[in-house]
């Protein structure tokens, strides 16, 4: 490979539109057909063509449909996934998390954002390109436009005309599907943080809390405009993601790319006149229908771009027409700065970028899974009675005095009885029995007396246990301290 320098040049050209090609070649009658302008400096309206990249971005926006199937889904007779805010519990497939378990929530966000650091630095903005949530609508949204209002040059002359009774009776459609698209993806949203099934039959009977309208309404409105009307600018212009991923690639990261050294000098394919040399052209024809397809209206040809959601959809474009004039495919391909420059690209576990990721990533794995199985659906904490710390009884006994704390993190009702061990001698007092709704505390007041000669230390140990009369594998012990006075 030679060494391509003009790799990220801007060399200026923008690719010739359809009246500017000459279509004397038989192959490029057939692609002639399929090129378009571009966009009109407003909406792009790409073209939508099949491929490889075109069919994986479906897979892999068909992930979202969990979005709107998970809220329905029960466990133990509860919603599976369901946040419940008011009652600050989180319950997770039978597992419910409460405020002092989220550390393990920091974990599950720490291991995301670490994937999304390491899928960027290995393969530039995947989830751009096939995962993001408003990639994925607006890629429904504008097929929803191409099956009601046609192909891009119906849709730019569609959008250039005048507002008439005609033009409005072709965008309502749309426009209607879209609103309840977004309804949908809002109202799946808030069924997440109440139940499902409680809020349909709430929004039959005009019962809906004025926070549950509120973000519903928001939430429909702004999928609308950004997936809908903003589209492109939203990931170029609004996108957080899109100002730091340049941070997080290196010139060993793949990305779709155009091979400068095989495509330059670009050009129409033409037939030599008799008597004259055929021009010494690159593999591109100028067809311009890598810029056609394109979501963003990048032209790949000019370098790396901000614009670049690195869908690969330029790839399937471009490997098309490569067929059609029986050139090799990839002159648009996933590479890599390195790669054009002639280097051997590192195993993934020889780059640093995805051995820190990768470290950090692993750390929070482990720490979630060790979260999971030392989850306990009990927590116990006693505090000792600070003022006084101890009692001297008339009898001979040293009394101290704890307010015990019970966590219920089941989604069972607990009926806990409290005891307790330590030295020779030792009686307590106590709630025999705390009621403890699921997510909910139960507090008790436990006095613990032990005779004064069988303690031979200030500080004797004790545990302090609790055992679910409703269920025995559920239990806790909490080992605590029991104060007394100086021997004299
Ligand atoms: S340039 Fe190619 S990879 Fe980048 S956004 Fe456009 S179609 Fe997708
Ligand atoms: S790179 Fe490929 S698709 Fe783009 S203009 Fe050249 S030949 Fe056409």
Same mark, same amino acid.
């Given at each position: ?197 409680? =809020?349909? +039959?709430?929004? *039959?009977? $005009?019962?809906?809390?004025?926070? &549950?309208? !509120?973000? @519903?309404?928001? =939430?429909? +409105?702004?999928? *609308?405009? $950004?997936?809908?009307?903003?589209? &492109?600018? !939203?990931? @170029? ?252």
């Amino acid at each position: 490979m030679s060494d391509n320098k003009d790799l990220y040049r801007d060399n200026g050209q923008t690719g010739s539109l359809l009246d500017e090609m000459s279509l004397d070649n038989k192959n490029l009658q057939n692609i002639g057909v399929e090129i378009l302008p571009v966009h009109t400096g407003g909406t792009v309206h790409a073209k939508r063509m099949p491929g490889k990249f075109r069919t994986i971005k479906w897979i892999t926006a068909s992930f979202w449909i969990a979005l709107f199937v998970f809220p329905y889904l029960r466990w133990d007779g509860h919603q599976a996934l369901l946040f419940d805010l008011a009652n600050r519990q989180f319950h997770i497939f039978g597992i419910t998390i409460l405020p002092q378990d989220i550390w393990m929530l920091a974990m599950i966000l720490l291991f995301f954002s670490l994937l999304l650091a390491a899928s960027t630095a290995v393969a530039g903005r995947m989830w751009c390109g096939y995962f993001c949530f408003h990639t994925v609508w607006t890629d429904v949204f504008t097929w929803i436009e191409e099956k009601l209002e046609g192909q891009p040059n119906k849709r730019i002359k569609l959008d250039e005309s005048k507002m008439s009774l005609g033009k409005l009776k072709i965008k309502l459609p749309k426009f209607i599907a879209w609103g309840l698209i977004g309804f949908l993806t809002a109202f799946s949203f808030v069924a997440y943080f109440t139940d499902a099934f409680d =809020l349909w +039959a709430r929004l *039959f009977s $005009f019962e809906w809390g004025s926070t &549950e309208t !509120t973000v @519903i309404l928001v =939430l429909t +409105a702004s999928t *609308f405009f $950004f997936a809908g009307i903003l589209r &492109e600018q !939203t990931c @170029i212009g609004f996108c957080p993601y899109a100002r730091i991923q340049g941070a997080m690639i290196d010139t060993q990261t793949v990305v779709p790319t155009y091979d400068n050294d095989r495509g330059e000098p670009r050009g129409r394919m033409k037939r030599a006149k008799p008597g004259e040399e055929a021009p010494d052209l690159g593999d591109c024809i100028d067809c311009n229908l890598c810029v056609a397809v394109c979501p963003t209206g990048v032209d790949i040809r000019r370098g790396q771009q901000f614009g670049c959601i690195t869908c690969g959809l330029c790839i399937d474009a471009c490997d098309s027409v490569m067929d059609k004039i029986k050139k090799p495919r990839g002159l648009i391909r996933y590479a890599s700065l390195a790669e054009f420059a002639g280097q051997k690209l590192p195993p993934l576990f020889k780059r640093p970028r995805v051995i820190v990721y990768t470290a950090i990533m692993s750390f929070a794995a482990i720490m979630m899974v060790y979260g999971l199985l030392t989850m306990s659906p009990i927590d116990l904490k006693a505090l000792h009675e600070r003022s006084p710390l101890f009692v001297q009884m008339s009898d001979g006994n040293i009394q101290n005095k704890w307010t015990v704390k019970v966590v219920n993190k089941s989604n069972e009702v607990m009926l806990a009885n409290v005891t307790v061990t330590g030295p020779e001698g030792l009686t307590f007092v106590a709630d025999k029995q705390i009621t403890i709704q699921p997510g909910n505390v139960g507090a008790t007041t436990l006095f613990v007396r032990i005779p004064k000669k069988n303690l031979t230390d200030t500080s004797t140990p004790v545990v302090i246990h609790v055992q679910d009369i409703n269920n025995e594998q559920i239990s806790a012990s909490y080992e605590t301290a029991f104060l007394s006075p100086k021997k004299r």
